[in-house]
């Protein structure tokens, strides 16, 4: 199994900091990346809309929102910082492939939805302040991969740092915002009583608890908090569980003043002036200057807008690249999975906006949000689950308090989308003039991700996880080391790519050589960057293989082999034929993944591209 968004993997030091508040402060940072997402425009869309129809009788849903979005990412925090996985690592690692391949679609789909939302919001967000059009504005939005390229090459802690400030511009609009409009404190304390008025409200309310506990924030906490290398003695996993833990607490406070300022907003002005269908986000921008009287109103409200769509879209890519590479173990070039994950986004933004126009994305940011509730159920239980069991938190698993609150809050969430479900397709088979279609359509679809739910939910209490060995570190390698070798003396290659197929390689070998043989180590490092510079390339993946061939060599070492390590660069069948080829070997052994069709695609034929190059033998070892 891979690290975690490895690029940026334990790159901030944490340890010997001059003060305690240095050393809280190493640790700030990935919960303001998770904050964004719960105030991204799909919040804004339904923010507006639950104001301007029920006043402030809704912000006691934002409050319980962030109450479970506090809860929730406190334990994606502890199962990355404890496992050094993230979800879709465990999900992988737990479930059988076929349920993994379904988890891994609904959090696709989920993060397109997301997705969806973001690019429409700043495309929103550009129209207003600079009058381009909306398509126009949605084609802009792609630009925000080069800028993600550029920032996590930077570093995450300048990654954080720009988000930070993009948040901060935020915070400080809706500042003004709410001086501008003036809202009645009474009621707004008021709103804080739990009350539904009525049906309409329940699909709001889920919307907004959609919009606010967001899945992928869930993927995306327990990779980020990886990015910081501590102690990893019990003190030192207490010390960050704990200052992680006051990181989401101040960060998810500063998302829900957002969002509760947000539709505030929209009851002080909207509501309050009987505008009660306003659900738009151009709407709202076009009505704030003549119902506030000031002109700054619109400007900054804008301004926030890109801000957050910027920020989230940031976010909503990363989250992308942890669920493809968790769930499907797939290691190709960052550009690659970037360029995808934004297209998967622009995609349906586009369908949307040229068959549907620009009258109904408000409609779409509220639908996609809800689209993110419903995928919520698939992601919170099996974080709860791993949370929870001792073997796989090694101790640090939650307390039965901290379990019961946990099934609560997805009990209610998934109550909350049950209802909303039936209730959706009770209507839909009322209104419909083909009601049989529906019935060989939608409703086996619907009962079938309801006995995939349960499945999720009730498997780990009658089965074992299951322990797989797919490792990225030698640390995890399993290798059995015979004193008993007699070999011919051998000169052998061996091709690693930190993957599962290392093992076995190795272990053959080993195997053929024992301790009479010259094993040499070769890694070939394929980013664009290597392949424009050579060995004068430095950057992130260079340095972890650097660091991982540099491990399996002291490992090899201290168990008595003769090992030498070779780290090339470019294209891996060229850079190894001709390493071999100018060196005196006996044997070439190399791990393959048993890729097929579409795969070698992306990953190449570097098989292949040797065993047609080189002049020795070539033992190949499929995984």
């Not at 992928?216 to 992680?244: C, E, M, P, W």
């Not at 926030?304 to 290691?331: C, D, F, H, K, P």
Request: overall charge neutral; proline content about 4%.
């Amino acid at each position: 199994m891979s690290t975690s968004l490895e690029e940026v993997n334990q790159s901030v030091p944490t340890q010997n900091k001059a003060t305690v508040f240095r050393k809280i402060l190493a640790f700030f940072g990935p919960a303001y990346l998770i904050s964004v997402g719960y105030m991204d425009p799909g919040n804004w869309a339904t923010d507006i809309a639950g104001g301007s129809q029920f006043g402030y009788a809704l912000i006691w849903v934002l409050l319980m929102s962030n109450i479970m979005a506090l809860l929730l990412q406190s334990l994606s925090a502890r199962l990355g910082i404890v496992t050094q996985r993230d979800l879709a690592q465990a999900s992988r690692e737990t479930y059988s492939p076929f349920i993994n391949y379904i988890l891994y679609f609904l959090a696709e789909i989920a993060i397109a939805a997301c997705d969806l939302a973001e690019v429409l919001g700043m495309a929103i967000g550009i129209n207003l302040l600079f009058d381009i059009p909306l398509i126009q504005g949605v084609m802009i939005t792609v630009l925000d991969t080069f800028l993600l390229l550029f920032l996590i090459n930077k570093g995450i802690r300048k990654m954080e740092a720009f988000i930070i400030a993009l948040v901060m511009i935020i915070g400080f609009s809706f500042i003004f915002e709410m001086i501008f409009a003036q809202p009645e404190l009474p009621k707004i304390i008021h709103g804080l009583i739990p009350s539904l008025p009525n049906s309409a409200a329940l699909y709001i309310a889920i919307g907004i608890i959609g919009a606010t506990v967001m899945p992928h924030n869930l993927y995306l906490h327990s990779s980020l908090v990886q990015t910081r290398k501590f102690d990893r003695s019990t003190a030192g996993i207490k010390q960050a569980l704990k200052y992680n833990f006051i990181d989401s607490t101040i960060a998810l406070n500063l998302a829900f003043f957002v969002n509760a300022a947000i539709l505030i907003l929209a009851a002080a002005t909207f509501y309050k002036n009987g505008m009660f269908e306003v659900a738009e986000i151009q709407d709202a921008h076009r009505f704030l200057e003549p119902l506030l009287g000031n002109q700054w109103a619109p400007i900054l409200f804008a301004v926030a807008l890109i801000a957050a769509g910027q920020s989230s879209t940031i976010t909503g890519t990363l989250a992308g690249q942890i669920v493809m590479e968790g769930y499907l173990n797939l290691r190709i070039q960052p550009w690659v999975r970037r360029i995808i994950t934004r297209l998967i986004a622009i995609i349906p933004a586009v369908i949307v906006i040229l068959v549907y126009g620009e009258s109904v994305t408000g409609k779409m940011l509220i639908l996609s949000q809800v689209i993110l509730s419903l995928q919520l159920g698939f992601a919170i239980i099996p974080l709860i689950h791993f949370v929870s069991d001792k073997s796989k938190m090694k101790g640090f698993h939650i307390s039965k308090i901290t379990q019961i609150a946990s099934w609560i809050v997805a009990s209610i969430i998934v109550s909350l989308n049950a209802k909303l479900v039936f209730d959706e397709i009770t209507g839909w088979l009322e209104t419909s003039e083909n009601p049989i279609v529906l019935w060989l359509t939608v409703v086996p679809l619907a009962f079938g991700f309801l006995i995939l739910l349960l499945y999720i939910v009730f498997k780990p209490f009658v089965t074992k996880s299951k322990q797989t060995i797919e490792n990225h570190s030698p640390h995890h390698i399993e290798l059995k080391f015979s004193p008993f070798e007699n070999n011919a003396k051998k000169n052998i290659a061996v091709t690693v790519d930190f993957s599962a197929a290392d093992e076995k390689a190795l272990q053959h070998a080993i195997n053929l050589g024992g301790k009479e043989a010259h094993y040499t180590l070769i890694h070939v490092v394929e980013t664009v960057g290597a392949m424009m510079y050579g060995s004068t390339i430095i950057d992130h993946e260079t340095t972890i293989d650097e660091k991982l061939l540099h491990e399996y060599f002291e490992m090899l070492s201290d168990k008595g082999y003769q090992v030498d390590t070779k780290l090339g660069f470019g294209k891996p069948g060229k850079v190894i034929s001709n390493y071999i080829n100018d060196g005196h070997f006996d044997l070439l052994i190399m791990g393959t993944h048993g890729h097929h069709t579409f795969k070698d695609l992306l990953f190449g034929t570097t098989v292949d591209k040797v065993r047609h190059e080189i002049k020795i033998p070539l033992f190949i070892i499929k995984h």
